[in-house]
């Protein structure tokens, strides 16, 4: 991939094809990843995967169809900075959208022999001061 554009469109599409291995060439061996979910920070690849592979099993015959809104996008040589509000749809099998989660995502990519390949990713939502939730929709 060599362009940011193209990137994203791959990310959205290894997510909603569920496909591992499309996912896994998105990101570098050393990857850095502060999920909301679970887990505190994720490092390396393998640690993201697994992550990853758990995400797609939990959504059974479901699919997520992921839209991007507010995308920024910085390049400066060999690295890059992506943000964006991504909103993950539930599709069923027969294209049905049944529940969305939002969140604030950030990438820091470098570019490794002509393709980008994330180095850390940050996803995040505001938490609500009076219950202490966190807030998954704008």
């Known amino acids: 991939m060599t ?41 390396g690849l393998n640690a993201w995967l697994e992550k990853a592979k758990s995400w797609f099993a939990t959504l059974g015959t479901d699919r997520d169809e992921i839209s991007f809104y507010n995308i920024q996008i910085q390049e400066a040589g060999e690295m ?5 509000i991504l909103r993950f749809t539930a599709v069923s099998e027969n294209g049905e959208a049944h529940r969305y989660l939002e969140n604030r995502h950030t990438w820091v990519a470098r570019k490794k022999e002509h393709s980008w390949k994330i180095v850390h990713q940050h996803s995040s939502g505001p938490v609500d001061s009076k219950t202490m939730r966190v807030i998954l929709k704008r």
């Open 3 to 43: 362009d940011l554009n193209s990137f994203i469109e791959a990310y959205k599409d290894a997510v909603f094809q569920k496909n591992l291995d499309a996912f896994a060439s998105i990101f570098d061996e050393q990857v850095r990843v502060f999920d909301m979910w679970e887990q505190w920070t994720y490092e």
């Open 80 to 84: 890059a900075f992506v943000s964006a």
